[in-house]
């Protein structure tokens, strides 16, 4: 037991000290979750070992019963993300990403019933397990990255910046949408709290003009917060970038020369779903300042969640990619070396 209480405070350790240098690591994800599990788990292990009487027996029963229960678990979660993935396409359209929460949603759904019918097709079995060690593998990633974006999401940013970066999203024609609205919503109401105790913000709005848009986004947003007072000298304009990391790559060489190299701080406004990302490119970007998010409506949330979680994975496919080949190298080889003591 000594060893286990040791990794527990060895993985809380490593996040408050990766969490305290910066926030937006998958990491901090990681080895928050990898310690709480542990944290749990060591828990368990104490009240059936140490506890006298009846205490033991139910704490052994209730770990009996979530592990029975985790097959209709996984079957309930696939259910509602098929019936969530049925809402959103109804209300924003057959879209290739609108598809996401629909189709994780079959393949959670299916995955215990693959799990019950594996020993009844052996010669398929190492592919069945190849599918279940991934599932295993992205699955916890993804955990971690919902805890990694949560506690970017509760992070508060101080009213003292100089600078309000708002991200673009796609338009309708030349409109803003409820979704790049909501953006420019909170980064208003931040610059109104500030403007009560010091002088307020400039405002960034970055983002280009897409193929199938009438002007471009940052355009839309300039004219949109000028419809809510916002005065145009407080209005800066990045109409050139075609992505998140241009976004903040582009915002920051406005605000560096218009600072003429002094010091200054900002803060950068986007959907709660997507801030987590963002802060990862405006790492990249060299800006230190952290991220607001913005409500999104709850039936979009799922699917955006599930796309944020995508492009992180493929911003370090790499990784993902050796650990996939790990793991089928390894059933391959469990699976020669059961042929082979069978034989």
């Given amino acids: 037991m000594i060893y286990i209480y040791s990794l527990t405070v060895f993985f809380l350790i490593l996040f408050v000290i990766n969490y305290a240098i910066d926030q937006r690591r998958v990491r901090n994800g990681v080895f928050l979750t990898i310690g709480i599990l542990l944290l749990l788990f060591s828990s368990i292990v104490y009240a059936i070992s140490n506890l006298d009487g009846v205490i033991p027996y ?21 259910i509602a993300l098929i019936y969530n993935g049925r809402t959103l396409l109804s209300k924003e359209g057959w879209k290739l990403p609108n598809l996401l929460s629909l189709l994780v949603g079959i393949g959670i759904a299916t995955l215990p019933v693959i799990t019950f019918l594996m020993p009844s097709v052996g010669i398929l079995q190492p592919v ?30 101080k009213l003292n910046q100089d600078f309000i970066i708002i991200l673009g999203s796609g338009l309708i024609k030349d409109r803003v949408p409820p979704l790049l609205a909501s953006r ?27 193929s199938d848009e009438a002007i471009a986004e940052a355009e839309a947003i300039r004219n949109y917060l000028r419809s809510k007072g916002i005065p145009n000298d407080q209005i800066i304009v990045e109409n050139q970038s075609v992505n998140t990391l241009q ?46 998010g913005s409500r999104t409506a709850f039936y979009y949330l799922p699917n955006a969640f599930i796309r ?36």
């Avoid at 699955?139 to 940013?157: A, D, E, K, P, Q």
């Avoid at 913000?201 to 983002?207: D, K, L, N, T």
């Fill in 247 to 292: 976004n903040m790559q582009f915002s920051k060489q406005k605000m560096d020369a218009l600072m003429e190299g002094n010091p200054y701080s900002c803060i950068f406004v986007t959907n709660n779903f997507h801030l987590f990302r963002a802060g990862i490119y405006a790492r990249e970007a060299g800006i230190t300042g952290d991220g607001v």
């Fill in 184 to 210: 420019i919503d909170r980064a208003i109401t931040f610059y109104y709290r500030q403007q009560k105790i010091q002088s307020p913000p400039r405002f960034v709005a970055s983002g280009g003009q897409g």
């Fill in 128 to 157: 069945i397990i190849f599918i279940q060690l991934c599932f295993v593998y992205y699955g916890f990633l993804f955990i971690c990255y919902l805890v990694s974006s949560t506690l970017y999401n509760l992070n508060r940013v």
């Fill in 58 to 78: 139910i704490g052994l029963l209730l770990v009996l019963i979530l592990v029975l229960l985790a097959p209709v678990m996984l079957l309930v979660i696939g």
């Fill in 308 to 343: 944020e979680y995508i492009a992180i994975l493929v911003m370090y496919r790499k990784v993902h990619v050796m650990m996939t080949a790990f793991i089928l190298l390894t059933v391959i080889g469990l699976s020669l070396l059961n042929i082979n003591l069978v034989r």
